[in-house]
């Protein structure tokens, strides 16, 4: 049985976070994580050995706890689940510790689809937040967009290197290139979901050109149609 745990911890509130996640940080002995991810479970933190990390020296710190982990258990938290938008990062654990325990949490992308009243089941769902080239995700929002799916999306910020920045002014303007009537789409971008500093902005996919949002932001592409069970 491995001693690494990769966590979800939830959007951002700690009412967020599971029981079985608390209950794996609270027997734990060392806790590697970004920030934001670090303060959303600061109140299970006391005690434990932290290492708070960027992109710049995650990967020297993880290598350094590997090095001395012996029995020690080991929990590294990501913020919404583990299992969407992080597959990069859980990956590199796997292969620099091995077997690792996963261990799910509840994704901003599912309480935007909750607050914006669209179903996951006649969704897609896509995340931009990643490193590697996104013009394979970008034609899949296309796509799903033109066969009259909801989109729930993970923006991607990147703005030290503006050809990877890709937000949701940039994909507005995207979408309008390839001859998306963007003033008809309508759109919902939720920043900070779950937090005191929570805000939701309600229009057309036009209307988003131009304007910024936070890094931590959701936003949903809404065509959804009601049909219930008694129109069948």
């Known amino acids: 049985m491995t001693n690494v745990f990769a966590v979800g911890v939830g959007p951002g509130s700690p ?12 027997g734990c002995d060392i806790v590697i994580g970004y920030k934001y991810t670090l303060q959303t479970i600061e109140s299970l933190l006391k005690g434990k050995e932290i290492h708070e990390i960027t992109m710049k020296n995650q990967e020297e710190v993880y290598q350094r706890v590997a090095q001395d982990l012996g029995q020690k258990k080991l929990v590294v938290p990501f913020t919404g689940d583990v299992n969407f ?9 796997i292969e620099i510790f091995g077997k690792i325990n996963i261990i799910p949490g509840i994704s901003a992308t ?77 759109v919902h971008v939720f920043e900070y979901l779950t937090t005191e500093k929570e805000t939701e902005f309600v229009g057309v996919m036009s209307d988003l050109e131009g304007k ?20 069948f």
């Not at 967009?145 to 923006?155: E, H």
């Not at 990877?164 to 507005?172: D, G, T």
């Not at 910024?212 to 129109?231: A, C, G, P, R, T």
């Open 15 to 26: 009412k967020y976070v599971t029981d079985i996640v608390k209950d794996i940080v609270l």
């Open 85 to 93: 938008s992080e597959s990069e990062v859980v990956d590199r654990l």
């Open 110 to 186: 599912q309480v935007a689809a909750s607050k914006a009243q669209v179903p996951l089941d006649r969704s897609k769902v896509i995340t931009m937040h990643v490193t590697t080239p996104i013009e394979g995700k970008k034609l899949e929002l296309q796509k799903a967009i033109l066969d009259g799916f909801s989109v729930v999306l993970v923006p991607r910020p990147w703005p030290r290197e503006p050809s990877k920045h890709f937000m949701q002014s940039e994909i507005a303007i995207y979408l309008k290139k390839n001859g998306f009537d963007t003033t008809k789409l309508k």
């Open 212 to 231: 910024e949002f936070s890094d931590l932001s959701v936003m949903v592409i809404n065509q959804h149609k009601l049909e219930s069970y008694i129109n």
